[in-house]
C-alpha cells in the first residue's frame, strides 16, 4: 500500500519498515578537498542558505501545526521479542535512542515535503518499503534544490552506501542506487550524562556512548517533540543546520541528524579512529555555520561560539539561559 500525504502522521511515524535488523556501521568518510569560489561570492550565498532554512523551519512548523509535533530524526520499529527472547517483529537496531541510524531507515527530513510544495513527491514515496529498495529508486533519486546549499554544489545524485536488510539478521547489498543529496540535518542532541557507577559512565569519556545523550535535541530516533516540550523556548533551540557530508541524502537515516558535543568543533570534521567524517555542523560560508530554530528564524554562528553555548542552544529542556549576545 502507498501512503500518501492524506495517512496518519508522516506515514504512521514511518514505523511501516518491516523486520530488519544489521551491523552498525559509521559513514564514511569524505574528502575535504572541494574547490571553493571566491568568498564574496560565498558570503552572498550564505544569504540563500538562510532563506532554505527559513523555508525548511516554516515547514516543520506547519507540519507541527497538523500533527501537534515537529518530524522525528528517523524512523524505525522498535524490536519485540516472546517469553524465551527471540525476536517476535521490528528491528533490534531500534532498542535505544543511542542505537546508531541505518541507512535502510527513513530520514524524518522526508516529511518536510508535506508542507513544503513537495507533497508531489511525497506521494511517489513507498514508505512500507526502504529508502534502499529498488521500487523507491525513482522517487529518492530525486535532487531538491532547496535541500542542496548554494556554496556547496554537487553532482544531482550520491551515491551512498546501499545494504537493505534481508530476511533475518544479515543485510545484503541491492542494485547500485543514486540518491537525492542533502546539506541540512535535524538536531539531534547534545551534551553528556552526568558521571556515575551505575549508568556505564564512571568519567566523562566522549568516546564511551554511554556517556552521551541522544534524545534532548528536537529530531532524534522516533521523536514526536511538540511546542509544548520547549521549556527552553523555541527562540533559542535549534532544529535544522548546514553539513558538508558529500554522501550526505535526503532520504536515509545515516543523513538525518546531528549530535553536538563540546568535544567537536563547528567546520572541523570529526575524527574517529583516526579517520575524518564530514559529519559535524560545517559549511563553505567563512567562519560561520547557518541554523534554523524552532521560532522559525535564521541566524549565522561562529566557529568562535563558546562550545557550552552551543550545547545550550541545542538542548530543547535543559533549562539554561541563553542571551542573544551569547549566539553569535
Not at 196 to 221: A, E, H, K
Request: aromatic content about 8%; hydrophobic content about 30%; overall charge neutral.
Amino acid at each position: 500500500m502507498r501512503i500518501n500525504s492524506r495517512g496518519s502522521r508522516f506515514a504512521s511515524g514511518l514505523h511501516a519498515n518491516r523486520a530488519a535488523s544489521g551491523h552498525c556501521h559509521h559513514r564514511d568518510p569524505c574528502c575535504p578537498d572541494h574547490a571553493r569560489g571566491p568568498v564574496g561570492a560565498r558570503i552572498g550565498q550564505s544569504g540563500k542558505v538562510s532563506e532554505q532554512l527559513h523555508q525548511l523551519s516554516i515547514a516543520a512548523q506547519e507540519y507541527h501545526d497538523s500533527f501537534n509535533t515537529f518530524p522525528g530524526g528517523w524512523y524505525c520499529t522498535p524490536p519485540t521479542y516472546d517469553s524465551n527472547g527471540n525476536l517476535t517483529g521490528g528491528d533490534i537496531n531500534c532498542a535505544l535512542p543511542s542505537n546508531p541510524y541505518q541507512n535502510y531507515m527513513w530520514s524524518g527530513m522526508s516529511g518536510l515535503f508535506l508542507k513544503w510544495s513537495k507533497s508531489t513527491s511525497f506521494n511517489e514515496i513507498n514508505f512500507n518499503l526502504f529508502p534502499t529498495a529498488p521500487d523507491n529508486a525513482t522517487s529518492v533519486r530525486r535532487t531538491i534544490d532547496g535541500y542542496v546549499c548554494p556554496s556547496n554544489r554537487r553532482p544531482t545524485t550520491v551515491a551512498a552506501n546501499n545494504t537493505t536488510p534481508s530476511i533475518g539478521l544479515t543485510t545484503t547489498p541491492t542494485q547500485a542506487i543514486l540518491y537525492g543529496p542533502s546539506d541540512y540535518r535535524g538536531n539531534m542532541a547534545a551534551g553528556m550524562v552526568i558521571p556515575s557507577s551505575s549508568n556505564g559512565c564512571s568519567t566523562l569519556d566522549p568516546s564511551n556512548y554511554l556517556c552521551c545523550v541522544y534524545d534532548n535535541g528536537v529530531m532524534f530516533q522516533n521523536s514526536s517533540v511538540g511546542m509544548a516540550e520547549h521549556p527552553d523556548g523555541s527562540s533559542t533551540t535549534v532544529i535544522i543546520g548546514e553539513t558538508l557530508d558529500p554522501k550526505g541524502v535526503w532520504s536515509m537515516a545515516t543523513s538525518s541528524c546531528i549530535r553536538t558535543n563540546v568535544d567537536r568543533n563547528i567546520n572541523k570534521p570529526i575524527v574517529f579512529n583516526g579517520l575524518n567524517y564530514y559529519t559535524y555542523w560545517m559549511s563553505r560560508h567563512p567562519n560561520l555555520v547557518n541554523f534554523a530554530f524552532c521560532d522559525g528564524h535564521v541566524q549565522s554562528v561562529t566557529q568562535q561560539i563558546d562550545k557550552r553555548v552551543l550545547n545550550k542552544i541545542m538542548t530543547r529542556n535543559g533549562t539554561e539561559t541563553v542571551s542573544n549576545d551569547e549566539i553569535k
